[in-house]
């Protein structure tokens, strides 16, 4: 289950990463939704190397698994 969990997060991460990127282009740096974005991926990070941190100790992931 956390396997999952975890591929959604880096999809999500993926998707927030074009967003940002289509956003710098469009607006040219005028509004903020592409720092918005950054702030966004930046959190999705935060928490998916928590998922990883915690799998990792209960064993739910990782060389043997």
Not at 23 to 33: A, E, M, V
Request: charged share 15%; proline share 2%.
């Amino acid at each position: 289950m956390i396997k999952y969990f975890i591929l959604f997060l880096i999809i999500a991460m993926l998707l927030s990463l074009f967003s940002g990127a289509f956003f710098l282009i469009k607006d040219k740096g005028k509004t903020k939704r592409t720092a918005y974005s950054l702030g966004l991926r930046v959190s999705i990070a935060v928490v998916l190397f928590a998922t990883l941190v915690y799998g990792f100790l209960t064993g739910q992931i990782g060389p043997e698994s």
